[in-house]
């Protein structure tokens, strides 16, 4: 299995970005899938996360500005990031959840600067 992240890129302050994830697999709909992060000079660290049922929980610096969904028709997991702030500046990554070492993917580069 291997995931492909798409979506990021270089805003401002304040703005926006929707982040997708491809998951290839027959049993998508069936998985947890979340999104992960990895800031300069950090570990991954987790974002998000969506069940198969749709509910989702967030780390605290996330919730109130992060909206994470997933189509179960098109294998994909979206992330909506809103308010975006420099320090969340990184590369985001989508995995199952828990994840599945072997699966990360080449991650979307998000940054945040004015």
């Known amino acids: 299995v291997q995931f492909v992240e798409s979506g990021g890129g270089l805003v401002q302050p304040g703005e926006s970005l929707i982040l997708t994830c491809s998951a290839p697999?027959?049993?998508?709909?069936?998985?947890?899938m979340a999104w992960y992060r990895q800031r300069p000079g950090e570990s991954r660290d987790w974002v998000a996360n969506?069940?198969?049922?749709?509910?989702?929980m967030y780390k605290s610096t996330a919730r109130g500005r992060f909206t994470i969904s997933r189509d179960n028709a098109k294998n994909t997991v979206t992330l909506q990031m809103n308010d975006l702030r420099p320090e969340d500046t990184a590369v985001y990554y989508c995995?199952?959840?828990?994840?599945?070492?072997?699966?990360w993917g080449q991650g979307t580069q998000v940054t945040v600067s004015s």
């Open positions: 995995n199952q959840h828990p994840p599945l070492e072997n699966s």
């Open positions: 697999g027959n049993s998508f709909s069936e998985t947890a």
């Open positions: 969506i069940i198969p049922s749709g509910l989702q």
